[in-house]
């Protein structure tokens, strides 16, 4: 018996030759049958491939998300989350509420400016409303639309003060998938849709206070009612066009 035993021939790989170690290593030298097949060139006209990449969100038209839809459980869903946020963080109702309405106050800016750049590169002769009441309508058919996918239900003036209007919303989005705690049900979410009122009215010169008030009824549960207390300046300029 020999002092070593024979490697077995699956596993010999270079068992059969005379080449020294680093001629064995080298390679020039390598055996044919573990070489790999060299990748075949690719040539193109063009150069070489650019890798994919989708466009910004900054680069895309505004006039073609005119009718872009968001998904109404995401929107709940981040909507849910800033309230949970905010409650954390406030000392009782009326802080909520006042927090709620300065992040509408912030979006309702950027929806008017929206709305606007679109009216002027849409139209050869755009039209800024300088009544009251056709700026109101706007908000309730337009506004509405951009932001919450439909129209108002209704708009109501009061019938007491002469400076006060209301714009009805049987089922607003905002609160639809919100439940509110008993101790806390005073609290009206759609402080955040009043402030985006507010926003654009001011945008438009018609400087008012807006508010959210919880108005159920048997047939609308979740109705809400924005108020909009008109400052004195424009009650007067609406005299002045009559």
């Not at 002092?3 to 068992?15: D, G, I, T």
């Not at 869903?77 to 905010?86: A, D, H, P």
């Not at 000392?91 to 002027?120: F, H, K, Q």
């Not at 047939?219 to 809400?224: F, V």
């Amino acid at each position: 018996m020999s002092a070593y035993a024979q490697p077995h021939p699956r596993f010999s790989v270079l068992s059969s030759s005379s080449l020294s170690s680093a001629e064995l290593l080298s390679p020039s030298n390598s055996s044919a049958r573990f070489s790999l097949p060299s990748a075949p060139s690719i040539t193109t006209a063009t150069g070489a491939p650019k890798p994919l990449s989708r466009p910004n969100i900054y680069d895309r038209p505004l006039n073609k998300t005119r009718t872009t839809e968001v998904s109404a459980s995401a929107f709940a869903f981040m909507f849910s989350e800033v309230v949970q946020y905010m409650q954390k963080r406030v000392s009782g109702i009326n802080d909520l509420e006042r927090r709620l309405n300065t992040l509408g106050y912030r979006l309702g800016t950027r929806v008017l400016e929206l709305m606007v750049w679109r009216a002027e590169s849409t139209s050869k002769a755009p039209k800024r409303e300088i009544r009251f009441l056709p700026a109101l309508m706007s908000i309730h058919t337009n506004v509405w639309k951009a932001v919450f996918g439909k129209p108002a239900d209704a708009i109501e003036k009061s019938v007491e003060n002469e400076d006060e209007y209301m714009i009805i919303d049987n089922d607003p989005i905002v609160t639809r998938n919100i439940s509110i705690p008993r101790d806390m049900s005073q609290l009206s979410c759609s402080s955040f849709t009043a402030g985006i009122v507010e926003a654009v009215l001011d945008g438009l010169g018609f400087p008012a206070r807006v508010t959210a008030h919880n108005t159920p009824n048997e047939t609308y549960p979740s109705r809400t009612t924005i108020l909009i207390k008109l400052e004195k300046s424009v009650l007067e300029r609406e005299e002045l066009f009559k």
